[in-house]
């Protein structure tokens, strides 16, 4: 039996300025531009999760901007220029959020980033160590100079067994993902923004004057809505041409004398690890079946979660004992251009997706791009 609303709740609670759904990285940065360019605004955001669903939180807390073999292949799509500004947009987006909490808020440590090439893949790990000087003229003049570099020496200092090449990206750096998460939402709620959690929008309405937001808990009002729920837009946007994603991840208990040390790519960024707290945190794999892992549905597979464990024993940690402690997963929402989507859908209705796996870098940007459309319409 559904409770009925009071008069105070229904005149107090439910009509806004500007409602944003979905309180991950973008939708929160949206609602603080939002409040920061106008703090009159009534503004609240919706959410469908007791915590943010999708990838905000779920994330391996990577502050990168793509490995050499993940720019190749997104210069081929978006040739040089089209690269650089990608490249442009995920730099000033790590920076603005790191800007906005703080690098001790966010636990930001730019301990390098590493890609692993096995020692049988010598043809590709060629292929990509020939385009280190080109990658390090086109992204100079974003994050600074030499980026890229052979680092073969620190292959048996982190102890990975099998790997014959390894480049260094010194300006890539790693942070604590529930620790940004929480800031975010306390740096949210301190400018005066509600956010409703377990609330999920079902149908959006355009009246004469207003939106109506129809949610199990009630009917919300606004003049304006901005949608922010990345791979789950679909059910309100039905004709996206956006692909979830699913991302599986496991973490190792703590591990004595870790080796491990920095953020680090595997098979062309399908597999990426870090160290956290002496732990292993380990994701990817969804190479091995993208058509069961093209899903918003979340859970873990057998199959993948095999594969993460394999590529454990077998070359980050051989000959390490280890015991995993958890497993989760991610959904994240693909698209066949790599920049991020940022529309109005219809009149006051106004949306941004398809991260295509960048939330943390291009995340604190797209949500400021999504509010300065919507705040163009005031």
């Not at 997104?74 to 040739?79: D, F, N, T, Y």
């Not at 980033?113 to 160590?129: D, I, R, S, T, W």
């Not at 890229?148 to 020496?153: D, S």
């Not at 400018?191 to 959690?197: E, R, S």
Request: aromatic share 10%.
């Amino acid at each position: 039996m559904k409770l009925a609303l009071s008069y105070w709740e229904t005149t107090t609670f439910f009509s806004y300025d500007i409602i944003v759904v979905g309180s991950g990285i973008v939708g929160l940065n949206t609602a603080i531009s939002l409040k920061k360019s106008n703090s009159k605004l009534k503004i609240c955001i919706l959410e469908s999760g007791f915590l943010p669903s999708g990838a905000s939180t779920k994330n391996a807390g990577f502050a990168c901007f793509g490995s050499i073999s993940e720019l190749i292949e997104q210069e081929k799509l978006a040739g040089e220029d089209g690269l650089s500004t990608l490249v442009k947009k995920r730099w000033l987006g790590l920076n603005k959020l790191r800007s906005i909490l703080g690098d001790e808020q966010i636990d930001y440590q730019c301990l390098g980033g590493y890609e692993l090439f096995k020692e049988n893949e010598h043809l590709f790990a060629q292929e990509c160590v020939s385009k280190i000087e080109h990658f390090n003229q086109l992204i100079g003049d974003i994050v600074g100079e030499n980026a890229f570099k052979l680092a073969g020496e620190k292959i048996n200092t982190f102890g990975f067994k099998g790997i014959g090449t390894l480049i260094d990206n010194k300006y890539e750096a790693q942070i604590d993902t529930g620790k940004m998460m929480f800031a975010l939402i306390q740096y949210a709620q301190q400018l005066g923004i509600i956010i409703f959690n377990n609330c999920k929008v079902n149908k959006i309405g355009q009246e004469v004057d207003r939106i109506s937001v129809h949610t199990e808990v009630g009917q919300f009002k606004c003049k304006k809505i901005a949608l922010a729920t990345n791979a789950f837009i679909k059910h309100l946007i039905p004709d996206l041409e956006i692909a979830p994603g699913r991302g599986q991840v496991l973490v190792t208990k703590p591990i004595k004398n870790l080796q491990i040390n920095g953020t680090f790519h595997y098979d062309k960024g399908y597999y990426y690890f870090r160290n956290i707290n002496d732990r292993l945190l380990l994701g990817g794999g969804r190479n091995l079946d993208f058509e069961t892992e093209n899903t918003p549905h979340f859970g873990e597979t057998d199959k993948i979660q095999n594969a993460l464990e394999n590529l454990l024993h077998e070359i980050i940690l051989p000959n390490v004992d280890f015991e995993i402690d958890q497993r989760w997963s991610g959904i994240m929402a693909f698209g066949k251009s790599l920049a991020p989507l940022i529309k109005q859908a219809k009149p006051n209705i106004f949306y941004a997706t398809r991260c295509n796996g960048m939330g943390v870098a291009i995340g604190a940007q797209t949500g400021e791009d999504l509010a300065n459309l919507v705040l163009e319409s005031l």
